[in-house]
T-cell receptor, first 112, second 117 residues
Framework: SQKIEQNSEALNIQEGKTATLTCNYT??????LQWYRQDPGRGPVFLLL?????KEKRKERLKVTFDTTLKQSLFHITASQPADSATYLC???????????FGKGTSLLVTP | GAVVSQHPSWVICKSGTSVKIECRSL??????MFWYRQFPKQSLMLMAT?????????EQGVEKDKFLINHASLTLSTLTVTSAHPEDSSFYIC?????????????FGPGTRLLVL
């Protein structure tokens, strides 16, 4: 069955460092992959979408890579700030039209 | 732009009652809306996909007679949890897609926390 795996352990880093989060998937050939941010008790907020034919995409301090051979995406936040503390979700397209399948998310804590 | 609202933000009800949750796209027309459920420390689980003017498509294991979805217009979808029970307590989140060139990206509402006593 299709499976999306994200680091279940929380990631703690110091302000100013680069945070790197991992998303691995199996039994999938996604046309695209998305990253969302979710704060406690809130709905997810879209951050970036990367397509299967793209290797890397950037948006301000965010960078996403997509390796369809390794079946992995890496999500980087450079010059991290305490305000970046949240749960980050990886999502792939499902078999239900444009609905998404989400990973469980990785909690990021950036300390001053 | 691309704002989605949900109402109510939280609701507490007695077992056996029905609860309606509204999802609205405020500044765009949503050709498709999605309903998800999220239990604590779990991922979002898709419940159903709803297209305006047609019946919703439910995911396997989701009872369509228990979770009634109505997508009456391009800006409004409702989810009614009928005869709610404590195991239905969860965080319900809707999302909307603009369609066209932006159909892959979903804009999520703030969620509705349901507690059934």
């Amino acid at each position: 069955s299709q499976k999306i795996e994200q680091n279940s352990e929380a990631l703690n880093i110091q302000e100013g460092k680069t945070a790197t989060l991992t998303c691995n998937y199996t039994n999938y050939s996604p046309a695209y992959l998305q990253w969302y941010r979710q704060d406690p008790g809130r709905g997810p907020v879209f951050l970036l979408l990367i397509r299967e034919n793209e290797k890397e995409k950037r948006k301000e301090r965010l960078k996403v890579t997509f390796d369809t051979t390794l079946k992995q995406s890496l999500f980087h936040i450079t010059a991290s700030q305490p305000a970046d503390s949240a749960t980050y979700l990886c999502a792939l397209d499902s078999n239900s039209g444009y609905a998404l399948n989400f990973g469980k998310g990785t909690s990021l804590l950036v300390t001053p | 732009g691309a704002v989605v609202s949900q109402h109510p933000s939280w609701v507490i009800c007695k077992s056996g009652t029905s609860v309606k949750i509204e999802c609205r796209s405020l500044d765009f027309q949503a050709t498709t809306m999605f309903w998800y459920r999220q239990f604590p420390k779990q991922s979002l689980m898709l419940m159903a996909t709803s297209n305006e003017g047609s019946k919703a498509t439910y995911e396997q294991g989701v009872e369509k007679d228990k979770f009634l979805i109505n997508h009456a217009s391009l800006t409004l979808s409702t989810l009614t949890v009928t005869s709610a029970h404590p195991e239905d307590s969860s965080f319900y989140i809707c999302s909307a897609s603009q369609g066209g060139s932006y159909q892959e990206t979903q804009y999520f509402g703030p969620g509705t926390r349901l507690l059934v006593l």
